[in-house]
């Protein structure tokens, strides 16, 4: 810390709780003032911080200034209301609690300042995305607009509050600001119609007029010159040098547009403003009768125009009054001097009506629709302590509200701590300070109060004035201490006492009060009519501010001060549930000047805001207490007994905690159920220690949570990848089985197929037959006889193939054969074929076709072949139909059962005298005489070769042969090939065979 200081912030002491002469209030002043004059204008008081008005703009506000004390230990840096700011702030993420800055100091002490450079600090430090950006932007620029509304200068301060405002700040888990909420309290409305000398109307009423729009200043009526306006000159000061109502016009506007203000919201809203200017230059003059009339007043027309109301109702809900009567109503008019009262009257209302639906809008723009877990900060600006010359019901108002907030500052500080010391055992001798309750009392108390006998005087019945009111409270509160009228004062004091007035001794001061008003302002009447009139408004916001459902006057509504009590009741209860945190603001000098520090009124400040107390407390008291769970809570982790878990009782934990971090006996007092630490620097040591622990430990509880996720990830994995491996098995095993019995199935009726295999075809061994079908016929596709020589290596087949099987056979040979001859060449085709044959015909072939009388009579001969045969008459060549028949001995020509000719063959070799022989369809067959014709061709000579046992002596000749018709008489067979195959008897006598094929003649 010390390191960080430059030379200029070591002037004086930062924190008077290091004050060596801590009970001087020399001492205190000295070191306020010694850095008041070098621009310190903050000090602490332990955690409590003293901001003293440096009426000066100081370099310490900027962004560079926020981001440095962003984060930092409230004690690391010099004091700043940012340094506050943080804290608060970590504190509530830290703790997840809610936390309330009050801060307090007489009017123009620099409190409305502070809570700005809060909320900019906020504005700046938290986190930020469009949409909080969005809510920054509104909660940052709702307080241009309130200021302008409610505030306003006067004697005290150019830019006074004159309502109070309570402001919650709404954060999410992360520190993200996600809404807003304000509550105001009792605005001066007084202050609308009428201004002290030297103080100023509310500064939206300067700024349209100075600042608004050519344009917009024609549409309402009005000219740009405040001394136009009755409302704006009574106070004599319409220009104030340290104000710019042009530029702060800019800036309203700019902000409404942000806080999402529609045109029509600020139409009516300038409407408004503008028909109170004009309500105020209504001027009434007496009739006949003395009775107030306004003949078509201009500036009446103009309220009737922007307000939206027929001129006819408004004039008439100026000048009369309307009293009920038993059966009818009746319109009374007003005096003059009533009626500027009740116009008067509705001013203010309409002003003060439009100022709260104004904060409602406002609110409606911050409202954060996440109904998430919020915390939030509040800051309080509420108006100043203050005296003038003459003060009124509204100084009344203000300073009892701050009596109020000095009574829970006394509460939460002097009065509780010490209190708490004592019934936490710690040693403690009691430090005597100035309790206000005497003073709360004496204006709260319920009916000897002087609230009470002000309702009281407004409610009876009978001429009730303000003197009457006077009186009553000599009567009721005579004797009491802090109370004092010109009646019951001493000769001294009676010479500063008005007869009209009384004086109360403020905590902060004596104030006297000059009681005229004080019954009117507390009824804060307006006429019923008024209201009626209000309610004909076109004005949305004056519709909304007057609404029909607003009771009727008839039951008297609560007066002005028991609002303004029960609204600081509620007030402090809100507080009350909020961790505090305070700014003491202080004013150096009456005269708004920098760098004048004036001793008597600093000393007078400090001396009612009770620092001197606050600090005596600080300095013998403890800096820092928390429950012995919530430091242990927090803190263990920083000693290896308590953490991760203490078994024992927590204050015995807390004990075992802080012997580990090396307290010393005179840093800590252990309470019954609190630690209390003496110095803020022990804490922060802590805290610092912590911090550092906790990176550490949130790596570790990273890891391990990173593990354990892994581990859950894989565990997962294994248990989605067994199950996957159990449906897959599971879907095999179904399959499998599924296969199985199909198999099962199969085999049963392939063995009841087989067993029925020769029974006629049925359902039982159909599909079995058919598969010895299938099988069969592969197997001999793949088993079929190479060649001719190899038939009888013919697959056998099964019982049901017989039949096929012979065909196939006899199919498949002779397309073997044709395969065979098709092959051979003219040449080998003699040689080969007969040799093939020769193999293959020892079979006897055509004996069925022989009739039985020829077979009987060659029978005993041996038939040895027998074929069919055209033979040609030799002479003619006509055909005829024989058989050819060869017997061992002889060849037959047989006409059915005739035998037509025998040719003595033995031995047979003289019968192949000329054989020739003609690839031809039919071919032809010749022997010595004998022309035949056989469609057999081949096999017929094999048979006869065969038999005669002559293979070579088959001639294959081309073109024509010759043969004997006669012994000498030859004649001829002559081929040739042509379209169609054909044999006939040539022009030349010759036997013409004709042929379609390539022709080819054979001849021995
Ligand atoms: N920190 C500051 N730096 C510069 N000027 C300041 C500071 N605080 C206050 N002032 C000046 O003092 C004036 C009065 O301050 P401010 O309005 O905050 O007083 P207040 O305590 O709110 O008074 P009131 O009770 O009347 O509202 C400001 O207008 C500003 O000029
Ligand atoms: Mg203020």
Known sequence: MEASLTARDRVGIQDFVLLDAHTSETAFLDNLRKRFHENLIYTYIGTLLVSVNPYRELDMYSKKQMDTYMGVNFFELPPHIYALADNVFRT???????????????????????SKKVLQFYAVSCPSTKVLNNVRDRLVLSNPVLEAFGNAKTLKNDNSSRFGKYMDIQFDHQGGAVGGHILSYLLEKSRVVHQNHGERNFHIFYQLVEGGEEDLLRWLGLERNCQNYNYLVQGNCTKVSSINDKNDWKTVRKALSVIDFSEGDTENLFGIIASVLHLGNIKFEADHRGYASLNNNQEMQWVSKLLGIPAQVLQQGLTHRKIEAKTEEVFSPFSVDHAVYARDALAKAIYGRTFNWLVNRINESLANKDSSRKTVIGLLDIYGFEVFNVNSFEQFCINYCNEKLQQLFIELTLKSEQEEYKLEGIEWEP??????????????????????????????PGEATDLTFLEKMEEKIGGHPHFVTHKLADQKTRKTLERGDFRLLHYAGEVTYCVVGFLDKNNDLLYRNGKEVMRQSKNTIIRLCFPSTEPDSKRRPETVVTQFKSSLVGLTDILLSKEPWYVRCIKPNEAKQPGRFDDVLVRHQVKYLGLMEHLRVRRAGFAYRRKYEIFLQRYKPLCPDTWPNWRGTAAEGVRCLIKYLGYRSDEYKMGRTKIFIRHPKTLFATEDAFQVCKHKLATRIQAKYKGYRVKGDFQKQREAATKIENCWRGLMARKEREKRAWAVKVIKKFIKGFMTRNQPACIDNSEYLAYVRQNYLTRLKENL?????????????????????????????????????????????GQVLSFMFLKMCDFTEGEEDISIKVLQLIGPECIKYSVPVVKYDRNGFRPRLRQLIFTLEAAYLVEEAKIKQRIECFPWGSLFHGVSLQYLTPPLFFQGDLVLQCDYLFEALTKLSVIANKQNCIRVVQGSVRFDIQPGREGFVDFKSGQESMVYRAKNGH????SVSRRTSVTN
């Open 991 to 994: 036997l013409m065979v004709v």
């Open 92 to 114: 509530m993420l830290s703790e997840c609690n809610n936390h309330f800055i009050l801060i307090s100091g007489e009017s123009g002490a620099g409190k409305t300042e502070a």
């Open 785 to 829: 006889p190479k060649t001719v020589l190899e038939k009888d290596a013919w697959l056998t087949p099964p019982p049901i193939m017989q039949e096929a099987s012979q065909l196939l056979k006899k199919i498949y040979i002779r397309h073997m054969v044709w395969k065979y001859v098709h092959g051979v060449s003219v040449q080998k085709k």
């Open 431 to 460: 430090v005597p300070y100035f309790n206000n309750k005497i003073i709360c009392d004496l204006v709260e108390a319920k009916h000897k109060g002087i609230i009470s006998l002000l309702d009281e005087e407004c409610l009876r």
